[in-house]
């Protein structure tokens, strides 16, 4: 365990997908709305207006949040290949946050994309409480599509934990 001298200030982006179509020949190859380009575009724009880049991606392998990844990363200007991942298609809380903790230690922005209520309950968890109190009453409002929360995390990633970590900002890209 790092101890606080030590351990290496990370940044954290926890993402919902933007708005997608209502049909798909299955759910999980729903493909995003027109709207919901425009939106992930707008949280793209809004993540390098804060300089934030991530240099490790996890994203949902289902459809429309590959789509989400490529708006957002397309206009913040990233080139990061992400790790696309059959499981946090229907991933607990509990089993991202396992996924996010294999994460290598080299990595000090981590981008997560995935799907509602899993999203907000884990960001809602992982919030320490000693952040900012505005992002963290409007991310506990609701958490609808395209809403990113960024938080901030001292340690390695293997140690990230339940109230491990302080919301900084809660966004909901739109356009």
């Known amino acids: ?33 027109e709207q919901g380009r425009a939106d992930a575009a707008a949280a793209g724009h809004w993540l390098a207006e804060q300089g934030i880049a991530p240099d ?17 990363a397309g206009a913040a200007g990233w080139s990061l290949a992400p790790v696309f991942d059959d499981g946090l298609y229907s991933a607990s ?6 996924l996010m903790r294999e994460t290598p230690d080299e990595a000090r922005v981590l981008f997560v ?17 000693d952040g900012d109190p505005a992002a963290s009453a409007d991310m506990a409002g609701g958490y609808p599509t395209c809403a990113l929360t960024v938080l901030r995390f001292e340690g390695g990633w293997s140690d990230l934990a339940m109230a491990s970590a302080s919301v900084t900002a809660f966004h909901v890209g739109r356009d």
């Open 56 to 72: 490790h991606a996890l994203v949902s392998s289902a459809t429309r949040t590959r789509e989400t990844w490529e708006a957002v």
């Open 1 to 33: 365990m790092a101890t606080l001298d030590s351990a290496p200030t990370r940044l954290l982006v926890v993402m919902r997908h933007a708005r997608a179509e209502s049909w798909g020949e299955s759910d999980h190859e729903r493909r995003l709305a």
């Open 93 to 98: 809380p509990d089993t991202t946050l396992d």
């Open 113 to 129: 994309l995935g799907h509602n209520p899993t999203v907000a309950f884990l960001a809602q968890m992982l919030d320490d409480g």
